[in-house]
């Protein structure tokens, strides 16, 4: 009996000790378990960060950067395919960056600007820089204060709001570029040292004093716009046009531009567009830029020569918009005949331009369509 009862304790704690044995081989799977969940969980963060961080900031990118700045100049000699050639082994690397989709705004941008008169193109644009806001959205969404989604951000709304501006729908225009005075202004702090800050800083301190000096009607909405001064804008333009990296001749481009159009400063503007005009011979809007300036400035003898080469030019090359450069520049060299009184010449010019004027959709207030028959009818009344 004692032996039966020693054995039933022997095995009892035997089976105790295979208990205690269990519950520690389960603390130890369980612990195990801990740990594998720990290690997965801290390698699924670290890939979502790493995931995070490989969206490339391109414009801290030396090599982009060079490849850029010379894709930048083709596009502004209107040579877009080579242009996008220039940086598509970037794009095949980093398909989802939203450059791409703020470099086809641009180039839609430039068909627009070329034949203003022509709003045919105006919903193409508009949906491009939307989609160039969305990409760079986007990826603000995912990684916010990314330099590169800011700048397009900015850039982006601030083009929609400059062609709004073109149409004359001001209240539009004030509106759109507070979304991109926001970006920037974020920007800025991210990368207050980038040197093409002076280029948005001078389209936005000129265009805020512009607005409200011009057009009373923009003054209810006065508030979303930054303090501006018009002379202090066009000063930080020519810095840009001096020292900025991605913006140069965009820089130029638009203090030529507003000496012209609203300073009626020509014999500034002329200085930024004779040198546009040489760096960049394809681009028709910049040829006729530097024609029109020196008709405003009655140096018509120089203009005759420009016009000349540019005719020629234009028609053995078949360069793109010949059309607008046909009408415009016939348009100036009847302006030229009639300076040096030769009328026959000067009517065959003008007529010219309107059979010009003739070739696109739609006819009606083309400016040098409208311009050459104005003439004509002067002469005929004269």
């Known amino acids: 009996m004692q032996m039966i009862q020693w054995y039933i304790h022997r095995e009892q704690g035997i089976g105790f000790r295979k208990k205690n044995h269990r519950v520690k081989v389960h603390r130890k799977i369980t612990y195990g378990k801990w740990y594998v969940f720990v290690f997965l969980a801290w390698h699924f963060f670290m890939n979502v960060q790493i995931s995070a961080a490989q969206t490339p900031i391109f414009i801290d990118d030396p090599g982009f950067r060079d490849d850029a700045l010379v894709a930048i100049d083709s596009l502004y000699n209107r040579k877009p395919e080579v242009a996008r050639e220039l940086i598509r082994s970037w794009e095949d690397r980093f398909p989802d960056h939203p450059v791409w989709s703020a470099w086809s705004a641009m180039e839609s941008w430039w068909d627009v600007m070329v034949n203003l008169d022509d709003i045919s193109n105006d ?30 951000k900015a850039l982006a709304n601030g083009y929609a709001a400059r062609h709004h501006a073109n149409r004359e729908r001001w209240v539009t225009a004030v509106k759109i ?184 959709e739609v006819t009606e207030g083309r400016t040098y369509r409208v311009l050459s028959g104005e003439r004509l009818a002067e002469i005929k009344n004269s």
Do not use: C
């Not at 919903?123 to 989604?149: T, V």
């Not at 980038?194 to 800083?201: A, M, R, T, Y």
């Open 123 to 152: 919903e193409m644009f508009f949906n491009n820089m939307r989609k160039a806001d969305y990409a760079a959205s986007s990826l603000l969404q995912e990684e916010p204060d990314h330099p590169d989604g800011l700048l397009i």
């Open 177 to 360: 570029a507070y979304t991109s005075h926001i970006a920037y202004q974020r920007f800025m702090e991210v990368r207050p040292d980038f040197p093409d800050n002076k280029f948005v800083e001078g389209l936005k301190a000129y265009y805020a004093a512009f607005l409200i000096d011009e057009y009373p009607i923009v003054k209810p909405v006065s508030v979303f716009l930054p303090k501006g001064s018009r002379e202090g804008g066009l000063d930080l333009l020519h810095e840009a046009s001096e020292t900025a990296v991605f913006t140069r001749a965009e820089a130029s481009y638009f203090l030529a531009y507003i000496l012209y159009d609203y300073e009626h400063d020509y014999e500034r503007s002329i200085i930024y567009f004779r040198k546009l005009a040489d760096s960049y011979p394809n681009n028709s809007l910049l040829q006729l830029y530097y024609v029109r300036t020196l008709g405003e400035l009655g140096e018509f003898e120089t203009l005759f020569e420009v016009v000349k080469v540019l005719l020629e030019r234009w028609d053995r090359k078949q360069l793109r918009d010949g059309d607008v450069m046909q009408e415009e520049l016939s348009y100036w060299l009847g302006r030229y005949y009639e300076s040096v009184g030769l009328m026959e010449q000067a009517k065959e010019s003008y007529m010219n331009a309107l059979e010009a004027g003739e070739q696109f």
